[in-house]
């Protein structure tokens, strides 16, 4: 009746649009993730794969460092960390 609530992501996975980031990415501890997949649902780019609970990881080379991920963990297992040069 109404369609998908949820949209595809971003078009990023035709760029390389990782460099964008300009302060900070997601590191994902990997030591309370319940594997709900909030955060791959909510990525805008669509970066973020796993497939079980301490398994999700991003691609930074298309992370454009949103902080979204971070946000709707409800288990606090992803956070934003300072971009350091070489990363």
């Known amino acids: ?3 998908p609530l949820i949209s595809k992501a ?3 996975r ?3 649009t990782g460099s964008w980031r300009t302060e900070s990415r997601p ?3 990997q030591k309370n993730c319940i594997g709900c997949r ?3 649902v909510i990525c805008p780019e ?3 794969e796993g497939a079980e609970k301490n398994a999700y990881h991003c691609d930074y080379a298309y992370c454009k460092g949103c902080g979204n991920c971070a ?3 409800p288990k606090q297992d ?3 960390t300072k971009e350091e040069a070489g990363d």
């Open 46 to 48: 669509g970066c973020i």
């Open 14 to 16: 035709n760029n390389k």
């Open 1 to 3: 009746m109404f369609g």
């Open 10 to 12: 971003g078009t990023s």
């Open 71 to 73: 946000l709707i963990c």
């Open 78 to 80: 992803i956070v934003m």
């Open 27 to 29: 590191k994902f501890l």
């Open 38 to 40: 909030l955060c791959a």
